[in-house]
């Protein structure tokens, strides 16, 4: 009798054995967090927003302030795009931040230190670029979870949706940005027994090679892209790259802050098409027919 009960006590470890490599199987070995986007995701759209140009501060004494002659600006930037949550040119798959990407260029005859970026919102308080990939989705994912988890109060959207309510489409990375997915175990039917003891190892083992492998993937993608500050260029130079913000409704303004012969500089980029961003669709009122 004891025997018996010995053998139904371990087919029945084997069958919720087996049950849990299905499930795995089934559901993949790459960790949500880890997980790179499909390579479905849409082309880049271009959106080249420039910064404003540096307006003469001594105007000569026949020109009015209004048609006061520009100067060459010493430093000029671009901002080629911004990609949001699962949004066109996204390359993980749930980001929550957004990527800025911009480009710098000297054209003083002094070098050029760029020090720090901001980033102003008419939703939240000015918000810095991120250093770490995991400290900054964290960072992103609770605010929103904190701001925006009634959407229908907050009037904030995630995701795709915003573009519309940007006005303009946002999207895609520069060229040679990748968007290759990660392979995952497809489904397959376990069986009770001994080839279920063996399963469910190989997937453990496979599914923490792959997180491993998946979360190494992102870090440096995220190195490669990223605009470290401060940054030197040289007169002349141009420098393209990432700044990441987390995610950042309605924004109003990016400005980048440095300093060329011991004078400060500053660069902005106006972001009035795009304040929309992550901003839900007012709703048109309803107008009672008498």
Partial sequence: MKTCRASSFIYSC???????????????????????ADKSTPAVVPLELSSAPIVSANPGPSTSAETAPTAPP????????????????????EAYWDEYI????NRGEAPLVISTATLAS????????????????????????????????????????????????????????????????GA??????????????VVAVGSVAMNIRSKHRIEEEFTRRRLVLPLSLAPGQTVTGSLFFRITPAPLRLTLNGRAENEARE????LNRISGLHLALPVSPVVSKL
């Fill in 122 to 185: 008419a939703h939240s308080e000015p918000v810095t670029p991120g250093e770490d990939p995991w400290k900054l989705d964290r960072a992103g994912k609770t605010w929103w979870q904190s701001n925006a988890a009634d959407q229908t109060k907050t009037m904030l959207l995630l995701g795709t949706g915003t573009v519309a309510g940007a006005g303009v489409a946002v999207a895609g990375a520069l060229s040679g940005g990748f968007f290759s997915g990660m392979t995952t175990a």
């Fill in 188 to 201: 397959a039917a376990v069986g009770v027994g001994t080839a279920a003891v063996v399963a469910l190892p």
């Fill in 14 to 36: 084997l069958g919720f054995i087996g049950a849990a490599t299905v499930l795995l199987t089934l559901t993949g070995c790459v960790t949500r967090g880890y997980k790179l």
């Fill in 267 to 270: 660069v902005s980029i106006d």
């Fill in 102 to 105: 911009v480009s710098l260029t």
């Fill in 74 to 93: 010493l430093a000029a930037a671009t901002l080629h795009t911004v990609i949001i949550y699962q949004g066109p040119g996204s390359w993980k798959r």
